[in-house]
């Protein structure tokens, strides 16, 4: 069994020691309130300090912005709220420090939340960020304008103000985030700082705003106040800031009194280079902390693609980086940190970088395989008051979810599934490039179930009959979906398949395919088959491809599609399926479009009618998953676990 010795090292951050070095970076996660403390956000913390990580970080907002996604440390009211995390974190034996993040937006005095930057230049003619981020809830005014001098000069008067508060209520230190395209970093960046003042020309005028940001935080805390920085490795955009350059950066900031450096591993929002989509191995992008540490003789945390403590452990024995930065594996599983230290490596639920998370930043962060994230106070996982017999039918990510929680609570659980594996679509899920992480998390499934002590009886399908002789109390139905085939003319065709058969292989296809159906098992579909030389177009109803998955895998995927050379459709209504090919109209234009074989990837129906047999059975019934309504992992798994909490 690999050994995790090196990450559980302590480690000192200027003036304060770490118990070890795992970190959790700060996180914009909507859930407070008004900019407010909520419990929401004190229970997220509170589990990451229990589950043994050594240094968490909370994300803060400067300023008042609309519905921003941070708290809020612009004012004294905030400090009461903030005393009460901090408490829980250092009862855990954690430390905890705050993130600066002047984002994108920022408001002064009484005025409007704009969209403000060094130049008022934008890359991409849109805000420099795919996510709101408390910018104003109409984007229409999201036009970058170029900061006056006062107003930086104020600036850097709240960012001295927000440090004395975090210092007030107990945080441990400050961290600036200066990468990604967020406000520092466009000053740092030729090619979004045009400036022709002090703050622009020179690389030393363009990082002036950030040192002077520094000095004024020093002024307010003490030069014994841990200051640290956030950058990133290079800015990944023609023109722009290189890995030499960020290198630079970071000596400059060591000198200027830093104290450590988190690197992520990755450009800006606006560069078009995968970094932390699955598509990149882990670990492929530590390379440029490692650079970074040469650079300097402070601490150095690696970030981005960390997945798993062993690889974490390799990266701290090996000198590559003193700190990892985990984010996702982190909301995955708030426990990594003292399951990797006991060797309980199969108990650690993985992260499948599907990207949900970041596509919720401004609603209120959900993760697709802990449906606890965000919601611990909500389902705390306690034993049962009266166990009973439960029987759930159907093995997908919903049934075992409900399966492991009800035998965890004491309950007598039966898991039936009709296939002879579990896992349901997470098996299929898992099939498309770049889509194997999934696998992980199905293996972790499997082994909670088989260690909970639930009953599986594979290959066993629960007829309306055989329903009766269960003799449960309690019966989930979690039987998931079947693909739903429109009711197209030519759709009974010998030529029409499904998705499904095409990724399962159940069913071969010819050389040229037509999809009826952009959306992810569609395109994800195309990808699959464009990487086996098929000649693929996708037609799909509504104006964009990809709309049901999160913008931060979307762009990549479709640049892969383009590249590939599948042929993309929109705004096409089917008419009829021929022998040869599809009929569709656009515009009021009739088009045909040519394919041996046309795969049907228009969404998934409840499979079965096994729930309209319960009523009368005597025993309480539930439907979980798909089976209430197809959607994605999130939902499944957060109706197996709300549901056995329940009973
Ligand atoms: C939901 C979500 C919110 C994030 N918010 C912030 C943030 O406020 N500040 C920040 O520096 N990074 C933020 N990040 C980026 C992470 O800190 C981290 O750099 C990124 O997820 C890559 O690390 P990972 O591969 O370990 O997840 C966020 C990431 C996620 C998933
Ligand atoms: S939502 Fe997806 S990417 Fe985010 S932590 Fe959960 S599994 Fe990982």
């Not at 990580?53 to 994300?59: A, D, N, P, R, T």
């Not at 008419?575 to 109209?585: D, L, M, P, R």
């Not at 009618?609 to 309504?629: F, H, M």
Request: glycine letters at 12%; aromatic letters at 6%.
């Amino acid at each position: 069994m690999e050994q995790i010795k090196k990450l559980f090292e302590p480690i000192r951050i200027g003036t304060i020691e770490l118990p070890n070095r795992i970190k959790f970076p700060p996180l914009a996660l909507s859930y407070a309130v008004d900019d407010m403390v909520t419990d929401r956000l004190k229970n997220f913390y509170a589990e990451r300090a229990k589950g043994g990580v050594g240094f968490i970080g909370l994300s803060f907002g400067l300023t008042r912005l609309e519905q921003g996604p941070f708290p809020g440390i612009y004012d004294d009211k905030f400090i009461p709220g903030l005393k009460e995390i901090v408490e829980v974190v250092h009862n855990y034996g954690a430390k905890i420090f705050a993130q600066f993040g002047a984002g994108y937006y920022w408001s002064f005095s009484d005025g409007p939340v704009e969209l403000v930057g060094p130049s008022g230049t934008s890359l991409s003619k849109r805000p420099g960020t795919p996510f709101r981020l408390g910018g104003p809830l109409d984007q229409r005014h999201a036009v970058e304008r170029a900061l006056t001098i006062d107003e930086i000069k104020s600036i850097m008067t709240t960012y001295g103000e927000a440090a004395h508060r975090a210092k007030e209520a107990g945080l441990d230190a400050v961290e600036f985030i200066a990468s990604t395209g967020y406000m520092v970093s466009r000053f740092i960046s030729p090619l979004t700082n045009k400036r022709t003042d002090q703050y622009g020309g020179s690389f030393e005028n363009r990082m002036r705003f950030l040192l002077e940001i520094i000095e004024s935080c020093k002024k307010s805390v003490g030069e014994d106040y841990p200051l640290m920085c956030r950058i990133s490795g290079a800015q990944l955009i023609e023109g722009g800031y290189t890995l030499e350059d960020s290198k630079l950066i970071a000596s400059m900031l060591e000198k200027a009194g830093i104290c450590a450096i988190d690197v992520i591993g990755g450009g800006w929002h606006e560069a078009s280079v995968a970094s932390l989509t699955s598509s990149v191995p882990p670990g492929a992008k530590i390379f440029f902390a490692e650079e970074i540490k040469q650079a300097v003789n402070i601490p150095v945390a690696a970030n981005g693609r960390i997945t798993d403590p062993i690889l974490a452990e390799q990266i701290i024995s090996q000198g590559r980086a003193d700190l990892v930065s985990l984010a996702r594996a982190l909301i995955a599983d708030p426990d990594l940190p003292i399951k990797a230290k006991k060797g309980r490596f199969d108990d650690i639920r993985p992260c499948i970088c599907c990207c949900r998370c970041f596509e919720t930043v401004d609603t209120g962060v959900i993760c697709s395989v802990n449906a606890r994230a965000g919601r611990e106070g909500q389902y705390d996982i306690k034993p049962s008051a009266k166990p009973k017999k439960i029987a759930i039918i159907g093995g997908g990510p919903a049934g075992m979810e409900a399966a492991s929680v009800a035998a965890l609570r004491g309950h007598r659980v039966t898991l039936c599934e009709k296939g002879s594996q579990l896992g349901g679509q997470l098996i299929i899920a898992a099939i498309p490039p770049y889509k194997d992480e999934i696998s992980k998390f199905r293996d972790y499934l499997n082994h909670q179930v088989e260690k909970s002590g639930v009953e599986v009886r594979l290959g066993e399908e629960i007829t309306p009959q055989a329903i009766k002789s269960i003799m449960a109390d309690a019966v989930i139905v979690a039987t998931g979906a079947s693909p739903l085939i429109p009711s197209i003319p030519g759709a009974e065709g010998k030529n029409v398949i499904t998705a499904l058969e095409v990724l399962t292989g159940r069913k071969e296809v010819g050389e040229e395919v037509v999809i009826i159906g952009g959306g992810m098992v569609g395109c994800e579909t195309a990808e699959y088959l464009a990487q086996r030389g098929k000649k693929v177009t996708i037609l799909e109803m509504l104006e964009r491809l990809a709309s049901d998955i999160p913008k931060a895998v979307r762009w990549e995927l479709l640049q892969r599609l383009g590249k590939a050379g599948v042929r993309m459709e929109t705004k096409v209504n089917i008419i009829e399926i021929t022998e040869n090919g599809v009929n569709g109209k656009r515009n009021g234009e009739v088009e045909f479009f040519k394919g041996n074989n046309i795969v049907i990837a228009a969404g998934m129906k409840p499979e079965g009618e096994l729930g309209k047999y319960l009523t009368g059975i005597g025993a309480e019934v539930y439907t979980i998953g798909d089976q209430l309504k197809p959607q994605k992992i999130a939902e499944a798994m957060e109706s197996g676990i709300r549901v056995a909490s329940g009973i």
